[in-house]
């Protein structure tokens, strides 16, 4: 490989915004054929490198070769014309669309001309990706629309394939597919650039590794000689401490419990829970495992007072009833919040970060006196969480949309444990988190396990569910299965009630 010439080449490549540079001297080679992982944690600067090579953004200074030849990818369109083709984390579909409608207004009019419906199907079978060009949108699974995403990019023939945490929404089983569908493409010669937190995925799947911090190119390395944590190391410059489960009492007794819950979904395309029983114990994590757009939204509504059902008792908070009630009656009953949609729901972007404290905590920290904002409690209080819980931040006065995902994260989750709930609900917990803040949040869960609260963590993170749980059941078209010990589960089983497969045949034989 090192004889040839480099599909991809930056040199030098900085871009700054105000106050901080995102970009700072980045040099990268991606060869042909290459599965080339891109790590680093929230706000090392992955992201804008990525639309600086997708022609979204410019660089402030530095070249790009795309085959050896110095050019400017002027904007998207450019870079798919070279070959370059993205599946990005967020999918741009139209679900009252069929599979082939969005895929022909994805591409050019020359490449949609003719039997594009045939030609969908030749590709998907070729790759492995099974694709029905007629159905429609809102009838496919999450995997199924990313391969909508992924065939769309292979019909344009591309030599680079850029993948932003494309495993994010797959069962183990559709991750094993999609792994086998990218090494095909690569033994045909195509570059594929890989972004993913998931470093076991990163040592099984890609050849090389470029690792960025803080905006900068510190390491690299080949993944297969490498553990998940040594690359964490890497991307942390600092030793990764991995949580560990405190040793605790066996749980008490139930203190979240919900009964005989059924709810139509409020959402377009929403998924209704169907008679939805569970209970959590103080002193234990139950894990709910899922892909997404399987009622987990619909839950947590449920769960957190947004949504409101026709029965007090479905829904109770040790012994107080709360199905009617909302959100404030919840929390004085000793419920935590952590929402998945960080910005505009777990906190208002505009406001400070000591606002944002006061908003959830007023009643429960005496934040209040007739009427009247204690200011400089709030102060001390959002500062408390920032120190506790490692927040980096410039002050509590900045605005919660001034942080990086991972960081704005460990401040809801401490600003939600530090009013010491009796329950809390998070829902993906460490959803595009990096490394050290997702060891961080997990330890702060299992710490308040031990510690006696009842904790129900919602996530598409297998490895997360089974790094804290206690107990894991499985969400899935809105109905949940019985909780099994998490020591008598494996990840097999859990990615087959994931994708609605029991266990019902493989208990018969038994």
């Not at 400089?376 to 995902?405: C, I, M, W």
Request: net charge negative; proline share 5%.
């Amino acid at each position: 490989m090192t004889e040839q010439t480099p599909r991809l080449e930056l040199e030098g490549i900085t871009k700054a915004y105000p106050g901080v540079i995102a970009n700072n001297n980045v040099s990268m080679k991606i060869m042909p054929g290459e599965i080339h992982a891109l790590l680093g944690e929230n706000g090392a600067g992955k992201s804008t490198l990525v639309k600086f090579i997708y022609g979204v953004q410019k660089a402030d200074s530095g070249t790009l070769k795309w085959q050896g030849e110095e050019m400017v990818i002027a904007n998207p369109n450019a870079a798919r014309k070279l070959g370059i083709g993205m599946v990005f984390q967020h999918f741009s579909l139209f679900d009252a669309m069929t599979v082939e409608e969005n895929i022909a207004i994805g591409i050019s009019p020359e490449l949609a001309a003719g039997d594009l419906k045939q030609r969908i199907r030749d590709v998907s079978q070729q790759y492995g990706l099974p694709l029905d060009p007629t159905r429609y949108v809102h009838s496919l699974s999450v995997g199924e629309r990313q391969r909508i995403e992924v065939v769309r990019c292979l019909l344009q023939d591309p030599k680079l394939l850029i993948m932003d945490e494309p495993t994010s929404v797959l069962t183990p089983q559709e991750v094993d597919e999609l792994f086998k569908t990218l090494r095909h493409l690569s033994e045909e010669g195509v570059s594929i650039l890989y972004i993913s937190h998931k470093l076991q995925e990163i040592k099984d799947l890609c050849h090389f590794a470029t690792i960025m911090r803080m905006g900068e190119v510190v390491d690299d390395c080949i993944p297969a000689e490498e553990s998940p944590r040594s690359m964490a190391e890497m991307m942390m410059g600092a030793n990764l401490v991995s949580p560990e489960k405190p040793g605790k009492a066996e749980p008490g007794a139930a203190h979240l419990v919900v009964s005989n819950l059924s709810l139509a979904s409020s959402h377009q395309h929403g998924v209704d829970l169907k008679n939805v029983n569970l209970e959590v114990r103080t002193g234990e994590i139950l894990g709910i495992a899922g892909i997404a757009g399987n009622g987990q939204m619909e839950l947590m509504e449920v769960l957190s007072g947004e949504m409101l059902v026709d029965d007090q008792n479905a829904v109770m908070i040790g012994n107080a009833p709360v199905g009617k009630s909302g959100p404030g009656i919840r929390r004085d009953a000793g419920m935590g919040f952590v929402p998945e949609e960080r910005l505009g729901h777990g906190a208002v972007p505009e406001m400070s970060l000591w606002e944002n404290a006061f908003l959830s905590g007023s009643k429960s920290m005496n934040l209040m006196s007739k009427g009247f904002i204690n200011i400089n409690g709030s102060v001390d209080y959002a500062q408390n969480v920032v120190s506790e819980f490692n927040v980096k931040t410039p002050g509590v006065e900045h605005a919660a949309n001034s942080l990086s995902g991972g960081n704005l994260q460990k401040f809801i989750f401490g600003r939600e444990i530090l009013q010491s709930p009796g329950v809390i609900v998070a829902l993906q917990p460490t959803w595009g988190v990096d490394a050290g803040s997702a060891a961080f949040i997990r330890q702060s869960l299992l710490d308040l396990a031990a510690k006696g609260a009842a904790v129900l963590v919602i996530s598409q993170d297998l490895e997360e569910l089974f790094e804290v749980s206690d107990r894991i059941s499985v969400i899935c078209e809105g109905e949940l299965s019985a909780p099994r010990p998490a020591e008598e589960c494996t990840v097999e089983e859990i990615g087959l009630l994931m994708a609605g497969i029991s266990h019902e045949k493989e208990a018969a034989h038994a």
